[in-house]
């Protein structure tokens, strides 16, 4: 079950990600349909300095193509609503830090990346990870929500709580956040989530597979608990609902006011359909997987020009006959399961399948 349960985590990424071009297309799309698109650049649980540093050049440059990217709704232009999530361990918190510690290293980190991205109008999204990283996550946000209020720019950071831990866990740093905005009157966006894996090597998560009835409960007392402290504290909690599960959209429906709907890319077309069509706008947590490509930068010197182009060509010539050997083992699949002669798939010829004839024939 394990296994079955890793593969399904690894095949949801890999068959989910995309470029920022096609991030931005699909942002675009959803934002036609009063959505729009959460971007995730691939990576966490870096070790090395230079991972971090890789990870966060990619992070402005996804930034500032969100905030150059318009997109056409009707007869006008309009300014791309996209926005960025981030993690903690991709910014240093598992990595052998400088000077100064770990904590401090990925602080300085994240807080580079939500200050530029807030400043260009980007919205942000903090990713709450297993538990080690729990209570630093929530010391960041409440340190980061504080400057961004100074700053005039309230509304721009979010948090995601998980609802796979135990009771008092789960609602206990939902009430820290919480606190921030009673005491401070500091305005706190928060996303519920079930949580979509189990946390590696993490004791303190609640496994799905023994756990459901457990988990659930817990979110259903974290949208209790969100709608109570709206009606008590009305204007200083935002609410994202994201879950895949019809009764807890339901119970958000009933008791929080005003609160987006988010669901990961890929999962459940026709439910998504349907509450587009009750005039629900979707929010799609979307993967980006950054090819070295589109990290490079186009050189000046027209011979160096001339072979990154042929690296390109290379390398798409490379994935369309992997493209072409998938296709192929589906073909034969479909043929050994039919017990046909004859098969003709997309952009394959058809195939004969028969004895060998000899020389002499």
């Given at each position: 079950m394990i296994v079955k349960r890793k593969m399904a985590e690894v095949g949801y990424r890999v068959w989910s990600a995309a470029g920022i071009e096609n991030g931005l297309k699909h942002a675009d799309k959803l934002q036609r349909r009063g959505g729009g698109a959460i971007l995730n650049i691939l990576g966490e649980h870096h070790h090395s300095e230079k991972a971090v540093e890789r990870d966060i050049q990619s992070y402005y440059d996804l930034i500032d193509r969100i905030a150059e990217h318009r997109v056409k709704t009707g007869r006008q232009w309009a300014r791309s609503n996209a926005r960025i999530s981030i993690k903690?361990?991709?910014?240093?918190?598992?990595?052998?830090?400088?000077?100064?510690?770990?904590s401090k290293f990925t602080m300085e980190n994240l807080w580079a990346i939500i200050n530029y991205a807030t400043k260009n109008g980007i919205k942000v999204e903090m990713d709450i990870e297993d538990s080690s990283s729990h209570n630093f996550t929530i010391r960041a946000y409440r340190e980061f929500a504080r400057r961004l209020n100074v700053g005039g720019r309230n509304g721009m950071l979010a948090l995601a709580l998980q609802a796979n831990y135990p009771r008092n866990h789960a609602l206990g740093l939902m009430r820290r956040v919480l606190s921030l905005?009673?005491?401070?009157?500091?305005?706190?966006?928060?996303?519920?989530?079930?949580g979509i894996y189990q946390p590696p090597n993490d004791p303190n998560a609640l496994s799905e597979q023994t756990h459901l009835a457990s988990i659930l409960q817990n979110y259903r007392s974290m949208v209790v608990l969100s709608h109570n402290f709206q009606v008590q504290h009305p204007g200083l909690l935002k609410i994202?609902?994201?879950?895949?599960?019809?009764?807890?959209?339901?119970?958000?429906?009933?008791?929080?006011?005003?609160?987006?709907?988010?669901?990961?890319?890929?999962?459940?077309?026709?439910?998504?359909?349907?509450?587009?069509?009750?005039?629900?706008?979707?929010?799609?947590?979307?993967?980006?997987?950054?090819?070295?490509?589109?990290?490079?930068?186009?050189?000046r010197n027209i011979f160096k020009r001339v072979g990154r182009s042929w690296r390109i060509e290379r390398e798409r010539q490379q994935s369309a006959g992997a493209?072409?050997?998938?296709?192929?083992?589906?073909?034969?699949?479909?043929?050994?399961?039919?017990?046909?002669?004859?098969?003709?798939?997309?952009?394959?010829?058809?195939?004969?399948?028969?004895?060998?004839?000899?020389?002499e024939e």
């Open positions: 903690p361990t991709q910014f240093g918190f598992h990595s052998i830090a400088p000077e100064g510690g770990r905005a009673e005491n401070q009157k500091i305005p706190v966006g928060l996303r519920l989530c079930k994202a609902m994201a879950s895949h599960r019809d009764d807890m959209h339901d119970l958000a429906d009933t008791l929080v006011k005003d609160h987006e709907t988010q669901m990961l890319k890929g999962i459940r077309g026709p439910f998504k359909r349907m509450l587009a069509r009750e005039g629900k706008g979707i929010w799609e947590y979307t993967p980006i997987a950054i090819s070295s490509t589109e990290k490079t930068k186009k050189p493209y072409a050997e998938r296709r192929f083992g589906k073909a034969m699949k479909l043929l050994w399961r039919t017990g046909t002669d004859y098969v003709t798939p997309k952009y394959f010829p058809p195939i004969r399948i028969g004895k060998k004839r000899s020389r």
